[in-house]
């Protein structure tokens, strides 16, 4: 966090200085480290192992928070007597169809709900996987009947508890010392500090980023962190919960309102062609009949959010232009584009403070890729290699790319800086904050809001004639936005006070996502955000000083939804609305005037008492009962086990990586079975445990930053302040690799994947440590990914290295853990490099038709490959 | 004895200097206990002062590319890692494969290592990795100051030294006189740059841009008096939770420059940062030098004339 997040650090470092223990884990002694009370170095791609040991350990010794695992997780639920769980079948669950490596999860679901309709059909989750849909089911907490059957004693051999805990009796201490290389010693005190940290008086904070979203497991990776947080009691109060850290500056805004393919504002799902044929279908399909939550009101949000688009000519009687929205038909993820891109299948491409040549994962097929277009515009600080890579890229070296056949014509456009233009940005907190603009952006530089305003603009002038149908999508569309200056910059503001929403009729802003309609009165351009411009005031401009408000700080710009700052924080109380302690006193029911009360917004009807039970025939939120602190979660209830939402399984399980050096000794199955592969020659993978010949690249890599640049450089190798900072591309090296592989501090080496080769200079340092895994030494090596071909340093790009295996749920890469080969001095160059990688793939037995054995579990499950 | 114009012991600069009813003496407190490392010290001095870059280095000692302070380097961050633990940190690496001969291979290299000297190359438990941003000392007694044949360097009415570029004639005397090596002169222009404590920003009730950009506070700016409270403070906080190797260092007035405007607190021996252990202001001695000299002048006229009214008998 020190390094990526410096100056939201202080506040760790402010806990400290109060007396909190900072205890940080990680395959690397970082800046984070230097710092810590505790350092735990374990080995990359190995975390749910990590953690499944200190859930074993808290369910083990019986040091859950038991009032609160009773009362507000789903501990007591009972599950159905078809589950069948990884221990019994050798990693995988009951329902696993290999043919398409995916689950059907009726067996999964609570006890007397399974035929339950939904999303528990198999045909389904093979659609799941194509349309990451995961990621809309975790936001909206999954569709299961509110009423289930519990057990309050836990003793249920089906109740979650029961069930959790045998799924997790083999992550014992001596498991965990063996699979993650970190001595039970260590790996004790950490699970002693976490549970006596935890309970009435004390609380703990989960922090993680990257580290743990970017694996093929990384949705369970998170998934683990929050079932310890759970049977803690750490989720929902002050100084606990899971601080979910993002990859940088408003990235969780671009989730918000998203430029992603599977989501549309407000996390409501992008309709899928034959899911969602009709608006009933989709608006159904959000609301989860007869569901607890909020997602009951779904149907307005959508409908807000389609005349925020087209205006007038959204009508009930054409479905508010439903059929406008476009429709997923697969797999429209960005690496399936940029495989669709190598063969043709793509004509155009906007590249927006994106750098894929540098930042994503296989660099290589990102370029060839890009290099197969019809046009490609790129709107950035400074020529980034994505505008440059037909010029000077790797491939043109190789001779793989000649510049004058490159078919792609690439427009580069100059975009303003984030000083040069107001806006908001939204941070991990889900704040959102105002920026005012600075200073006029020279020359043709202009914000990202005038491009797409006068590009739409523009088009609709083109298309203004058309009497085609499919034009229609476009004309319709309300683009009235008012511009002012020399440039005809539109206005933020009015942007901003759209997504807020507001009554049609009088243009009034709405103040809660409560208010959006279903019947076409509201407009809503994200219901998360209603809200932020509530009585017609910015609220997301305020900036009241911390010194003249209390710790919660309300007043300092504005998060979602409804300016909650502490998600859940109806568990900050016990069942009868009562704080749990007078140290961690939060929110409480404030008996004597109905209402929920306390420094934050309550995440709970504020006049809802802990007493009120919902009649049996209830939906929606009146079925919220006065206890159930999850009100997104359909049975209101924290998840220890997820019946629903998740395509790799109900609880967490540990699969090696992609690439691992070592077969799982745990279970059977190796890696995740449902995990998204591309097998293509574009995107070889090296091999791994059972398969023969693993040991061609026998070290782990992992990648992450440095305080001194920003992810693909664009934004720091140009700035001559940062880059003399860090000035060179570089590999970080144990004493014991050095010596292993004659490696020399400031000297060169490269590292080898099946990819490609990449060269750097060679940091010898005592901060990387060999592990102990499966009774043989492991080295691990660390790279940073800022280096490109251009700005005042240059290098090789890391992501060279990395293969596209996803995890299953949203589709992101797994990019912290590979396998390689180190070895002294400079890569080849020119036609050479080729050669070199295409040898190292001819030992390792990957051939261009390469097959993965993906499925492995009833293979007997034998410890490390020989050398 | 102090006195007016003295060039040692206990001072307060600015009435020193001349000025009348000064504000409180300035200066910084560093607390390198709580350093991260980020270099936001680096940038945000350049920015301001509009200070070059000074070129791409890769040091490999450590994270710090920038090797020490000079002409185009006013704030510097060290870094040092150093198998020992802080506090009482538990060992991190303890009962991991650590130590020559782990891996397929066994022969010993000779590769120059990241232990210090001495140190057991066999096996290690502990880690630490120090983080220090240094800068120009504002001496009490500042030789730079002292030595200037221009006026150049001058005092200001905050007690801090200020080089005027627009005098410097580019000698290099302040150069050789600084005790701790900060001060240097730039090669594309000649003259001699450093630290200004950010005299135009103070002018205008503003803290230095380091201490403004620090996340942490770890560069904290203000009146020396209350910084040096606070420090005591710090120092007697981190001691009693077991991080003993804290220790203050230019806090001193009676020390070899009269105690520093911007003083430190550290985790190890100042050599390990590359500090001085004992600077002294290199005029401190003139006093006695130039008795000595006179001493020795006259002893030389004495025998002088001894010879002479010898060689008449």
């Known amino acids: 966090m020190a390094e990526a997040h410096p100056v939201g650090f202080q506040w760790v470092m402010e806990a400290k200085a109060r007396g909190a223990k900072v205890i940080h884990v990680d395959p690397r002694f970082t800046r984070t480290s230097a710092v810590a009370d505790t350092f735990v170095p374990l080995r990359a791609g190995s975390d749910v192992a990590f953690l499944g040991g200190i859930i074993n350990y808290v369910l083990q010794n019986e040091r859950d928070f038991r009032e609160y695992v009773v009362a507000y997780t789903n501990a007591a639920t009972i599950v159905s007597e078809d589950f069948v769980d990884a221990s019994d079948l050798d990693g995988l669950f009951s329902g696993f169809d290999p043919e398409t490596r995916t689950y059907d999860t009726s067996s999964w679901q609570y006890a007397g709900t399974e035929g339950h309709e939904g999303d528990a059909s198999s045909g389904e989750s093979h659609t799941d996987r194509e349309t990451a849909s995961g990621l809309q089911h975790e936001s909206h907490g999954g569709a299961t009947p509110s009423q289930t059957q519990r057990d309050e004693t836990l003793q249920h051999p089906r109740c979650v508890y029961q069930v959790l805990k045998r799924h997790f009796a083999r992550y014992t201490a001596e498991t965990v010392e063996r699979v993650c290389g970190v001595p039970q010693e260590t790996f004790l005190e950490v699970c002693e500090a976490w549970a006596s940290n935890s309970g009435r008086e004390r609380t703990t904070m989960l922090v993680y980023s990257v580290g743990w979203t970017q694996h093929t497991t990384g949705v369970q990776y998170i998934r683990t962190g929050a079932i310890l947080q759970l049977l803690l009691g750490n989720v929902g109060r002050p100084g606990g919960g899971v601080m979910a850290l993002r990859g940088h500056a408003s990235i969780q805004g671009s989730t918000d309102i998203p430029t992603l393919f599977d989501l549309l504002p407000g996390y409501l799902p992008m309709p899928h062609h034959e899911q969602h044929e009709t608006l009933q279908m989709w608006v159904d399909d959000m609301s989860h009949l007869g569901q607890k939550g909020f997602w009951s009101d779904a149907g307005a949000y959508g409908i807000s959010l389609l005349k925020a688009y087209w205006g007038e000519a959204a009508t009930v009687e054409n479905d508010y232009c439903y059929d406008y929205l476009p429709r997923m038909t697969g797999d429209h993820g960005t690496y399936q584009q940029v495989l669709d891109m190598i063969e043709g299948k793509i004509s155009g491409y906007f590249l927006l403070g994106q750098n894929p040549a540098v930042g994503s994962a296989n660099g290589k097929a990102q370029r060839l890729g890009m290099a197969n277009l019809d046009w490609l515009v790129v709107r950035d600080l400074f020529l980034i290699e994505s505008a440059t890579f037909w010029q000077d890229g790797p491939e043109v070296a190789t001779g793989e790319l000649v510049p004058e056949q490159c078919r792609t014509e690439v427009f580069f456009l100059p975009a303003a800086s984030h000083v040069e233009k107001e806006g908001t940005f939204t941070q991990t907190q889900r704040l959102l904050q105002w920026r005012e603009k600075a200073v006029e952006p020279e020359g043709d530089c202009r914000s990202e809001l005038w491009f797409f305003y006068h590009l739409g603009r523009m088009v609709k002038e083109r298309l203004a004639d058309s009497t085609q149908r499919r034009d229609r999508a476009v004309l319709d569309l309300v683009w009235d936005y008012p511009t002012h200056g020399v440039h005809d910059e539109p206005s933020a503001e009015a942007v901003l006070m759209e997504i807020n929403g507001y009554r049609v009729a009088d243009r009034s802003p709405l103040t809660s996502f409560t208010e959006l309609r279903d019947d076409g009165s509201t407009v809503g351009g994200c219901w998360i955000y209603t809200g932020v411009y509530a009585d017609g005031v910015n609220q997301a401009a305020r900036r009241t000083p911390r010194s003249e408000q209390d710790a919660v700080a309300s007043e300092w710009g504005w998060a979602w939804p409804a300016n909650r700052r502490l998600l859940y924080n109806r568990a900050s109380a016990d069942p009868e609305g009562r704080p749990w302690s007078e140290r961690k006193k939060y929110m409480w029911w404030e008996e004597g005037k109905g209402e929920w009360t306390g420094p934050d917004v309550p995440d709970f009807e504020r006049n809802k008492a802990p007493s009120y039970r919902a009649p049996d025939d209830a939906s929606g939120v009146a079925a919220i009962n006065g206890d159930d602190p999850f009100i997104m979660q359909s049975d209101g209830k924290g998840w220890l086990y997820a019946p629903v939402g998740l395509l790799d399984g109900p609880m967490p399980t540990h699969y090696e990586a992609a690439e691992s050096p070592f077969r799982n000794s745990i279970y059977g199955q190796q890696g995740n079975p449902t995990r998204k592969v591309y097998e293509d020659a574009a995107n070889p993978t090296n091999p791994s445990p059972p398969q023969p010949y693993a040991d061609v690249f026998p070290f782990i890599f992992t990648t992450s930053r440095l305080t001194e640049h920003h992810t693909a450089g664009g934004m720091s190798r140009y700035v001559e302040y940062l880059a003399e900072l860090q000035p060179a591309m570089f590999v970080e090296v144990s004493p014991e690799l050095a010596q292993e592989r004659a490696l020399e501090h400031l000297g060169w080496a490269h590292v080898v994947t099946a990819r490609a080769a990449v060269e750097a200079r060679v940091l010898v340092t005592d901060r990387m440590v060999p592990l102990r895994v499966e009774n043989r030494v492991v080295h691990q090596v660390w790279l940073p990914y800022h280096w490109g071909q251009g700005g005042l340093t240059t290098g090789d790009s890391a992501n060279d290295l990395l293969s596209i295996n996803l995890d299953p749920n949203v589709l992101i890469q797994e990019s912290k853990v590979g396998t390689c080969d180190v070895r002294p001095g400079r890569r080849p160059t020119g036609p050479a490099l080729l050669d070199y990688v295409a040898d190292y793939r001819r030992r390792a037995g990957v051939a261009g038709d390469q097959r993965i054995p993906i499925v492995t579990a009833g293979q007997t499950s034998t410890s490390a490959e020989g050398h | ?313």
């Open chain 2, 1 to 313: 004895m102090v006195s007016r114009n003295s060039l040692s012991g206990p001072l307060d600069p600015a009435p020193d200097a001349g000025y009348v009813d000064p504000p409180a003496r300035k200066g910084f407190f560093t607390d390198t206990s709580v350093c991260i490392g980020c270099k936001a010290c680096e940038v945000a001095c350049k920015e301001w002062n509009d200070v070059p870059a000074d070129g791409l280095n890769l040091l490999g000692m450590s994270f710090d590319n920038t090797g020490s302070l000079g002409a185009d380097s006013w704030r510097h961050v060290a870094f040092i890692e150093q198998s020992r633990p802080i506090g009482e940190q538990s060992p991190p690496f303890q009962d991991l494969p650590t130590g020559p001969g782990m891996g397929t291979e066994s022969q010993f290299l000779g590769m120059p290592g990241s232990t210090l000297p001495g140190a057991s190359q066999d096996g290690r438990t502990d880690m630490r990795w120090l983080m220090a941003s240094d800068v120009c000392k504002h001496c009490t007694h500042a030789a730079c100051l002292d030595v200037c044949p221009t006026g150049s360097l001058f005092r200001t009415e905050f007690g801090t030294v200020v080089v005027q570029p627009d005098i410097c004639n580019g000698c290099g005397y302040c150069v050789s006189a600084c005790p701790y090596g900060v001060i240097d002169r730039r090669e594309t222009d000649g003259r001699a740059w450093k630290c200004t404590l950010c005299y135009d920003r103070l002018k205008g009730d503003l803290e230095p841009a380091c201490a403004k950009a620090c996340p942490t506070d770890s560069i904290q700016y203000g009146d020396l008096d209350e910084l040096r409270e606070r420090a005591d403070r710090r120092l007697e906080q981190l001691q009693g939770s077991g991080v003993t190797e804290a220790r203050l260092y230019g806090h001193d007035e009676n020390d070899g420059v009269g105690g520093d405007g911007a003083f430190f607190l550290l985790l190890d021996e100042p050599e390990v940062y590359g500090l001085p252990p004992d600077p002294v202001v290199t005029t401190r001695d003139l006093p006695d030098m130039w008795r000595h000299a006179g001493l020795a002048a006259a002893v030389m006229a004495a025998s002088a004339v001894l010879a002479f009214i010898g060689a008449r008998r």
